[in-house]
Nanobody
Framework: QVQLVESGGGVVQPGGSLSVSCAAS????????MGWYRQAPGKERESVAR???????NYADSVKGRFAISRDNAKNTIYLQMNSLRPEDTAVYYC?????????WGQGIQVTISS
């Protein structure tokens, strides 16, 4: 089994920056894609960013130019640097990892943008 543990998050003012990370642990696995979804209160979960094992990235239109995802394959860890944060970025952010035959999820981490 693979466990994903998220860290970072918290509260920041509009226009500020925040970073979250997600570390995968376990044995006998290979992760092809890792990424982040988020879910705001009363809204559906949406994809935010993803990165492949070769470093190809994709972003939601709403975060392009503001968020940057990176990956350390040796540590099975991804990072999401969030800049120019807006109140609408407030959500629970969930990390995921696509394995050969399954997807693992983190427990979620709260990111709140508020003045």
């Amino acid at each position: 089994q693979v466990q994903l543990v998220e860290s970072g998050g918290g509260v920041v003012q509009p226009g500020g920056s925040l970073s979250v990370s997600c570390a995968a642990s376990g044995t006998g696995f290979y992760i092809y894609v890792m990424g982040w979804y988020r879910q705001a209160p009363g809204k559906e979960r949406e994809s935010v960013a993803r990165i492949t094992d070769s470093g190809i990235t994709n972003y939601a239109d709403s975060v392009k130019g503001r968020f940057a995802i990176s990956r350390d394959n040796a540590k099975n860890t991804i990072y999401l640097q969030m800049n120019s944060l807006r109140p609408e970025d407030t959500a629970v952010y969930y990390c995921y990892a696509n394995l050969a035959t399954a997807r693992a999820w983190g427990q979620g981490i709260q990111v709140t943008i508020s003045s």
